[in-house]
């Protein structure tokens, strides 16, 4: 699977891509922002994960590429509830010159236009933590919405923080992003 946004691709993770995950997370400053401290991951480790992911039903772990197909990120679909038409997602743009550039919300707008258009999703769900400020606009830009909050439900650096729990719901992404999907499927952009 490709899915090609304004600024992005968005494929199928491959074997190929295991030693950039291993990179990304481990980069202290990569895993604060979506762990909240040291992921120390292995090339072993991933692939354990990568070969696991295959048989799962309930997971999509896609990597991000520029439009000349550079891997930059990652982006991964979790808690996939088919029944309830319903998923966790989480994404790190893992090469740092492409960051606040738009690539990572593109990366998100495309995959959430594919699993709310063809999917039949209804909810998309996430976590942010309060010091994550630039991740916690781009998904409001997006259209995600706090939906909840668990109160210092992470501890860092010998403090704790609050995690925000953000969704969206295809409905709001529809009302914000029709004028995209009209003007992709003319040929504007």
């Not at 199928?12 to 990304?24: E, F």
């Not at 990568?50 to 896609?62: N, P, V």
Request: positive net charge; hydrophobic residues 35%; charged residues 35%.
């Amino acid at each position: 699977m490709i899915l090609t946004g304004e600024k992005v691709k968005v494929r199928n993770l491959s074997r190929q891509d295991i030693p950039l995950l291993v990179k990304w997370k481990n980069d202290p400053e990569i895993a604060d922002l979506v762990r909240g401290g040291p992921i120390n991951t292995t090339f072993e480790m991933e692939c354990r994960r990568f070969e696991k992911s295959l048989s799962e039903y309930d997971t999509m772990r896609m990597i991000i590429e520029t439009l000349s197909r550079k891997p930059i990120g990652f982006i991964s679909l979790g808690e996939i509830d088919r029944e309830n038409r319903k998923a966790e997602v989480g994404m790190l743009i893992g090469e740092k010159e492409f960051w606040d550039q738009g690539y990572g919300t593109d990366s998100l707008i495309t995959l959430l236009d594919y699993l709310f258009r063809e999917k039949c999703l209804n909810r998309v769900g996430l976590e942010v933590f309060e010091y994550n400020t630039r991740a916690k606009k781009a998904y409001e830009k997006i259209g995600f919405t706090v939906e909840g909050l668990q109160r210092k439900g992470l501890f860092r650096k010998n403090a704790f923080y609050d995690v925000y729990l953000m969704g969206i719901l295809r409905e709001d992404f529809e009302a914000v992003h029709n004028k995209r999907h009209q003007n992709k499927n003319t040929g504007v952009r």
